[in-house]
C-alpha cells in the first residue's frame, strides 16, 4: 500500500464522488446534452480547455468560503478528466475498444436549465451565418433574456 503524502487516494475518492454526483438526476431522461454536442460539432476542447482556464481563474474569486472555492477545483479537474478522454478519442493514444462512445455515457456536465429543445437543429448550425450563430448563442446561454451583467 502506498503512503501518499498529500491525501491523493482521499482526494481521487472525493473527486470520483463529485463526478458520480453530476450523474444523479441530470441525465436520466436520455436527452443529447451540451457537452455531447459540443463534441459531435468538433469543439470539445475549445469549450473543455476554455472551462479549465475559466474556472482556474476564478478560484477563489466567486463565493466567500474556501469551501465555495474548492468546487472551481473539482470542475477543473472534472472538465480535464473530459478533455483526457477526447484527446484519446482525437489522437488514439488508447486502443479503440478500450475508449467508450461518448455518446453512450451519460454527460458529465451538470444540466444547465437551457431548453435545448428550442435550438437550433446541429444541421442548421453547421450551414448558419454568424447573425444565426450569435442568436443561437445568446438563446443557449441566456434563454429566458435575464440580464448577464455582473454575473461570473
Known amino acids: 500500500m502506498i503512503n501518499y503524502k498529500f ?5 481521487l475518492n472525493e473527486i470520483k464522488a463529485y463526478i458520480d454526483g453530476t450523474y444523479d438526476e441530470h441525465y436520466a431522461t436520455g436527452k443529447i446534452q451540451a457537452t455531447e454536442s459540443i463534441i459531435d460539432d468538433g469543439h470539445g476542447t475549445g469549450f473543455c480547455m476554455g ?25 477543473v479537474i472534472h472538465y480535464s478528466i473530459i478533455q483526457m478522454f477526447i484527446h484519446d478519442k482525437e489522437h488514439g493514444t488508447r486502443e479503440e475498444e478500450e475508449i467508450p462512445d461518448y455518446r453512450d455515457l451519460p454527460n458529465p456536465i451538470i444540466d444547465d436549465g437551457v431548453d435545448w429543445s428550442r435550438a437550433p437543429s446541429r444541421d442548421s448550425l453547421n450551414d448558419a451565418t454568424p447573425e444565426e450563430w450569435d442568436k443561437a448563442s445568446r438563446m443557449a446561454f441566456n434563454p429566458n ?8
Open 51 to 75: 472551462n479549465v482556464g475559466k474556472y482556474g481563474r476564478r478560484y477563489g474569486k466567486k463565493g466567500e468560503t474556501p469551501e465555495e472555492w474548492r468546487k472551481d477545483l473539482m470542475k
Open 145 to 152: 433574456g435575464v440580464s448577464q451583467k455582473g454575473r461570473r
Open 7 to 11: 491525501r491523493e487516494n482521499e482526494i
